[in-house]
């Protein structure tokens, strides 16, 4: 879309082509050199997100702890004492926690990114910046809401009196792929939810289903085998057992699963943002 | 040295239709059958090629869906050219009113750091120029509270001091002197000629011929997607005023129209005290509004109604036969005229449109309706606040009325 060199005897005057969108590897260069010049934006903008949430509510940044501990005690009650469910021998409500965290911070990503564009369609059509911004500070939120709700995990491991090994270093790159993935998906879902409203009706659902098709409120363990192939196709599935794994039972993750988990999070944001960026082009024409 | 380009630069949208012929009961189908491609091709902007030297101020005017607001969005980047180059030496801004992406619970203070850093600016740019902005927008302690508590004025004026301090090589102008009171227009009109001064290319989008002729040395005038005119100022708004003042689509336009409704709009003309056509009014003075109608197919209780809309689109205020007569309209031509004593509007530009719908059907259920004419309304009766109210006034004595 747009390129910048240097003149010769003008090094202040950048010069900036506009043409006709099309796909090659400089287009994707000078994409990311743009998003690198809008930092301060990422930055401001994410500050924003979270800063509105304290502001607008009573309850405020309370919010970060309620939503995964309210599902914690609502499943811990359903099969503890309702329907019983191996918890591998922890107490069933750091069992389904420990999996709950990284699961919210994908979900909640995922569906307040779905719709960023089409909310902020008044930024859209007004004015110019690199697009992906607006899911990628959602994700940004949604990971500070991470760290926060974290600290309810450390009390659980403290009262449970669960020791960390140092295995638990291994949650940075867990989370560092869970982030690759939900940008990827952020980015995917709100550039067809711009052409397609459907988008965002459809997202609360899936994410329900895919909560369920995820090994958070059972172990691993009790999936058949026999269905473990079709299973393990969903990258959460890797993501969540491992973060379980290093966290909860101080032992080394599933090293294959999570590179697989890894190579899919990757090559999955790189088509993201080809096809996020791709589609910026039109977007205004069409919000 | 030339620092903007068009170079034979189309822009087509696609206008997606419900398919027309092959009409199912299933909306479901419908919308699927859209999608594998019944849409039309509208090209907004053909082959347009024009260069701006640096320094120089070009402005840009044109009917409304002329190609003027295309123009704009592809300079911004906004969207992208179908076919053909843009090329742009230099860091290039909008002068744009950014108040509609304000968060109402946050500060003015935080806003401005939002909105700041959605029009490219960097944090520590922001930070030196925060009080001079807040100078600019004349809020003054109150750029700390929520700007929630804000005027809808202050409102305005906050997000458009952001703008004001971009600093660009090349400045785009678009209506920016509808923003805001008398005093706060004289400040960006003072700004804007800084920026020139100081050597910053201006490309200025408008309806507003005075501020184009004031601001501008070169006018391009568009019209339908093309170059219709481009030359000095002077020049060019002669010939968009010729065009304006032909503009009542005729016999032509109504061959072209597909569809036959039961009557359509001719024109609408404008006419002052003196009974001459015009499109200049001020604020105060009486205007009289002429709407040319023909009927092909009589309809009963009919009510013409005129429409003022403001250049972003909205409805200032409107006249309607609505609350007189009855009128029953029999086949042939017909022409409806609306007197106004004391124009109440306020500075500005208007699109005038007429509509013809049946008494008794919702606003938005026309039989036609159609954009005739545009009122510029200029500085006259002092205008304090949203539009003039008619009013008089004399001295009484201190003991109350004498006799």
Redesign the interface.
Known sequence: ??TSET?GN?P??????????SLSAAKLVRDLAKLG??R??L???SV?RI??RY??SVLGGLWAFIQPVSLMLMFTFIFSYVARIPSEGVPYAIFVYTALLPWNYFSSSVANATGSLVN?A????????PREILPATYVIAALFDFVVASTILAGLMMYYQVRLTIYALYVVPIILILTCFALAMSLFLSATQVRFRDIGVAVPLLLQLWLFATPIIYPLSSVPLRFRSIYNLNPMVAIIESFRQVVLRGAEPDYWSLTMAAIVSVVFLFLSYVYFKHLE??M??II | MVNLTFDRVSKK?KIYTEPQEQKSRSSLVNKLRALRGHSREFWALKDISFTVERGEALGIIGLNGAGKSTIL??L?????????????????S?L?E?S??F?P??TGR?NV??NG???????REIRNKLDSIVEFSGVGAFIDS?VKRYSSGMYLRLGFAIAAHLDP?ILLLDEVLAVGDAAFQAKCIKRIAQLRNEGTTIVFVSHNLGAVESLCDRTLLIKEGQIYKSGATRDVISAYEDLLLRLSPTARAMAESSASPAAEIVSINLFNSQGSRTTMFATGEAMSIQVELMVHRPIKDAVVEVYFNSVFGNLHTHFSTETGNRIDLEPGPMLVEFSCPEITLEVAAFDVEGSIRQRGTSIGDFIDRKHGAVLNVGRGKPVHGVFYTPHEWKVLNRDGPSC
């Open positions: 879309m747009s003149i003008e202040a005057a950048r010069l900036s082509i506009i043409t006709a969108p010049q809008y301060d934006l930055y401001t903008l924003h800063k509105v502001k607008q902020h008044q930024f859209v059509t007004k004015v110019y910046f082009t039109t205004a024409d | 949208y969005k592809l911004y980047n906004i969207t992208t050219p179908s076919k053909g180059e843009i090329r742009i030496r230099g860091k290039l909008a744009i950014v509609s992406g968060h619970e946050l935080e750091y939002l850093s959605l029009l490219g600016m960097t944090r929520p090589d």
